[in-house]
């Protein structure tokens, strides 16, 4: 039987983000959904409503492997317990809680973009929050995605504005402690998620790339989630 996987981007990112990959998984045989919830509303939902809006756009009667690009972790691991899923996979984001309150952003990250918030609230896109810090850029993979001018106007295109609002909503996560799991690291921001996740028991691959991943290398990132996908499902 071929796995199954749904793709899930994060909220400042859309779904196109996970295409590449999803791609080379479906060449591999795997039946693949990526979900796209910003493709279905003008302003975007709430962040404790987002995994609902998924659900509509999810076709069911499989045992999903779930995975999540950046701060979809959350809405993974949220999706997962909402599913009879066979799996967890976080790629490149935080390991959220076993169970209870879990935010958009970690701590330092919300502070940081409360200094972009213009006078009415509203965030510049994603793409655009680390503009005056070169080595951040180079770590998310912005400065090699712009190399292609005509893609990254396609994908800035597509990106969210947020309210800084928008990041006080937080997800109520019912326990999923017992839905087996992995980490798929890509760049150095998640260094402390990678470590995170060991300290759970997971197992953890590390790709030496960027936060783009998915999108840069779909090759190899489908590489990694098949591989991390077999052990799970083999209880390895």
Avoid: Y
């Avoid at 990132?221 to 996908?229: G, R, Y």
């Amino acid at each position: 039987m071929p796995l199954h996987f749904i793709l899930v981007a994060g909220p400042l990112v859309r779904a196109s983000s996970w295409e590449p990959t999803a791609e080379c998984l479906r060449a591999a045989g795997c039946h693949v959904q990526v979900p796209d919830v910003l493709a279905h509303h003008r302003s975007p939902p709430s962040w404790s409503a987002w995994t609902s809006q998924l659900l509509e756009h999810i076709t069911g009667g499989h045992e999903p492997i779930v995975v999540g690009h950046s701060s979809a972790s959350v809405l993974a691991a949220d999706l997962a317990t909402r599913l009879p899923a066979r799996g967890i996979i976080v790629v490149d984001g935080e390991v959220p809680p076993s169970q209870g309150a879990a935010f958009p952003v970690r701590p330092a990250l919300h502070d940081f973009i409360k200094g972009l918030a213009e006078p009415d609230g509203m965030l510049p896109i994603w793409s655009r929050w680390f503009a005056r810090d070169m080595q951040r850029m180079s770590l998310v993979g912005v400065d090699v995605l712009a190399r292609d001018a005509v893609a990254f106007a396609r994908f800035e295109s597509e990106l969210p504005r947020m309210h800084i609002g928008w990041f006080d909503d937080t997800i109520e996560l019912a326990d999923w402690d017992h839905i087996p799991a992995g980490f798929i690291q890509t760049s150095a921001i998640c260094d402390h998620a990678a470590i995170a996740a060991q300290r759970r028991g997971w197992p953890v691959t590390n790709l030496h790339g960027t936060h783009l991943h998915p999108t840069l290398h779909p090759a190899e990132t489908a590489s990694a989630i098949l591989a991390m996908s077999r052990q799970l499902v083999s209880g390895g």
